[in-house]
């Protein structure tokens, strides 16, 4: 069965993927000369790096979404289509999608990563993800859950286990959920759980490498680990998780008892079926200076699926959303350089600095030729991810949001909406 | 086991629910004199006559709902436990919940009311309902999700099935809805799926009575049918569903081909079990004007799920929340007033008026001595129900929206965030 897209007498790019990537590309891209079919399995676009904040009861998950028919409004030979990929057909020039396949001349993967487990398959069973918006829902639930059975046992061991938090990976992500939970700690908890002793909860954040934010100076690590002591929070570096129950997580430093451990310690590319052979280590897919996949001229791959080749390496750049947002755009722009008969440009990554922030008043920046952390910082952080969000009501919700938690020391939106059971519970039940 | 509750020497109120009714109960009662305890399923508050607008893409889910632990924050000698009520012991005086049972001095029902389905268990295995927050956001997602496999067929018969959308009941909560579905396809929908032919989409509101809003005034119901035949809303009056298997909806007037059918045609209470003996036929516990269950001193019942005696009837007041919340609040200052040795004060409604509204700039009001609509009606809705809502970041969350859609003809938030399959889908999957 084929999609049910109208032909029309354009090259029909096919795009798989409305993160960074994919959102950028399509904006770039000039409707006269191509028809631009786009495929992702939401129907929204979602704004990854305030996932956290949805999973520590901080924003709506509505907030930090956007519809992707809305982003692309009256676009001209724009067709978007919810489906699965299932894979593609590299000789007939198809996608295959759990709604039929589609025809397309130039096909473009923007797929993005998934979390990488490094096969530690318990991890993958008991641990909790941050990696799409259904699972810091989930996050959010299991936090909250938590609190509540803590509070219906009085056997001290077993509140242990629900107020301990283990957080592997020191990277933004880690701590930026670290620093919101020391902070519901303080702030929050002791009012909503006055009969729990608080001082219980521990939060504990597990790096393999010798310091946290290890991407980021050494400055940046350096000021985020005094931060993140500041709030309490148990840093073990040099450590490495082993394995874990759902109850216990074994680690090169000893046994830590959890019901709730966090793993943001790696992605992985997430590319679509039948492109196996130009993949890296990374499982990424190897790409030429135009994002163009080696020995495929037809296809490209933007993003964090994509790995330019840098002087043979195939490593690629950091899988970020600037790397990402910047290559869409040159890509867009080299499509409409080849519709007007003109060369492509090779990309080159303009680094405008990484951030990351932990708790209030609390970020840390590294600009290509400075450095610096504190309020400042921390204000330069909010305003820089206000003013990326796509859309002026999700800025306007997301600031209202903000003020409110700031100036009242709370947040809005402790509400368990979905229960979340572990899957062995769910077989029971 | 025991629920992990102090005992202290006061006598304890154990409330189950925290609706209209058990809110207000609780914010009354005099932390002097009783120890508090508050059962609920649910760790939130839900603004129950906004859910229609979750439902369609209007609200977040987190603005209509409200965090009960913050709602108390503060109230001495309360403790609220988030639990699942499964039956009460009236020898032992006690509640058994699933995660373990507690003693009562007094105990108060304030359970609500679940949907009634008179028996048509067709209707409750392929129709969807919106007495829950998770009802509301599955039925958002279903709207949308038949707008994505509309487009992805070129059958035309099989199209109607996904843009036919047929509302049981024209109450308050169906012609909310069926306003709504309306401005959706009038303003939304044309710019989002430029590729479908939005005219195919057809609202049918079902109605066994011979009128729209049979339980307001007679001038509301002739005003509302205006308005709703003028948005372009199918009114079927004197009309009965029979039967409905998930494609085709039989009706005593004809068949209607619909993938979605919307039942919103009745309601009946929700006792917790061991009280089947003090239940009138709706289902609804019999009390005295005191609130107190009938021959049994010690259980109270309030809001939906009660039914005061009036001249012998036992069929109570209507399922309002102004009915729920006037009981609540009466019955907090009797327990205050029996704990300082005064008699208690029998229940009297205070009916301050019923109101719906149908889409932008028109509502009907009903005073007990002045029928008025329109668009004045209609600013007060707005006004009157954003200063129902608990909590400021809440009013704020909604105001902001609100305006948003009325200056952008544009709701914000169309998110499929769930992907909601049948009954007999998952089966198969």
Redesign the interface.
């Known amino acids: 069965m084929n999609?049910?897209v109208?032909n029309i007498d354009l090259p029909r790019v096919v795009v798989i993927g409305c993160g960074f990537a994919g959102l950028k590309l399509i904006q770039k891209i000039d409707s006269r000369y191509y028809q631009v079919v786009l495929i992702d399995k939401?129907?929204?676009h979602t704004f990854q790096p305030l996932m956290y904040q949805v999973a520590t009861s901080g924003l709506?998950?509505?907030?930090i979404?956007y519809?992707i028919?809305?982003v692309f409004?009256?676009k001209q030979h724009f067709?978007f289509?919810?489906a699965e990929v299932e894979a593609v057909d590299r000789v007939q020039k198809e996608v295959l999608t759990n709604?039929?396949k589609i025809q397309y001349d130039h096909l473009v993967v923007a797929t993005g990563a998934v979390t990488n487990f490094f096969g530690l398959s318990n991890i993958e069973k008991y641990g909790y993800t941050m990696k799409s918006?259904?699972e810091s829902?989930d996050l959010r639930s299991i936090i909250?859950q938590n609190f509540?059975k803590a509070?219906?046992?009085?056997d001290l061991k077993e509140r242990e286990k629900y107020m301990n938090f283990v957080i592997v990976g020191a990277g933004a992500t880690g701590i930026e959920l670290a620093g919101t939970l020391a902070e519901l700690k303080r702030y929050i908890l002791p009012?909503?759980?006055p009969?729990l002793d608080i001082r219980q909860m521990q939060i504990h954040l597990v790096e393999a490498a010798d310091r946290v934010l290890p991407a980021m100076s050494e400055n940046a690590s350096a000021k985020s680990h005094k931060f993140l002591k500041k709030l309490g929070i148990n840093i073990w570096l040099n450590t490495f998780v082993k394995d874990y129950d759902g109850c216990t997580a074994h680690t090169s430093k000893g046994d830590f008892e959890t019901e709730t451990l966090v793993w943001t310690a790696g992605v992985v590319g997430a590319p679509i079926a039948n492109l196996e052979d130009r993949l890296n280590k990374g499982n990424r897919l190897i790409c030429n200076e135009f994002n163009q996949v080696i020995d495929q001229e037809d296809i490209f791959a933007i993003g964090d699926v994509s790995a330019i080749e840098q002087e043979g390496e195939g490593r690629g750049h950091a899988m970020l959303a600037s790397v990402a947002g910047q290559q869409g755009a040159q890509l867009g722009k080299n499509f409409n350089a080849l519709a007007k008969g003109k060369d492509m440009k090779p990309f080159v990554y303009n680094d405008r600095g990484t951030m990351a922030t932990i708790g209030r008043n609390r970020a840390v920046v590294d600009l290509p030729f400075y450095e610096f952390s504190g309020i400042l910082a921390w204000f330069i952080w909010m305003f820089l991810h206000l003013m990326l969000l796509v859309?002026f009501?999700?800025r306007?919700?997301v600031f209202?949001?903000w003020c409110?938690s700031y100036l009242k020391y709370?947040q809005?939106?402790?509400?368990?909406?979905?229960k979340v059971e572990r899957q062995e519970d769910q077989v029971e039940a």
Chains 1, 2 share one sequence.
């Open positions: 999609m049910n109208p939401n129907n929204y709506e998950p509505d907030s979404v519809p028919r809305k409004k009256g067709h289509r919810m709604i039929g918006l259904v829902l909250l509540e509070l219906n046992t009085s009012k909503d759980y009969d859309g009501r999700n306007l919700v209202v949001n409110w709370d809005g939106l402790r509400l368990i909406i979905r």
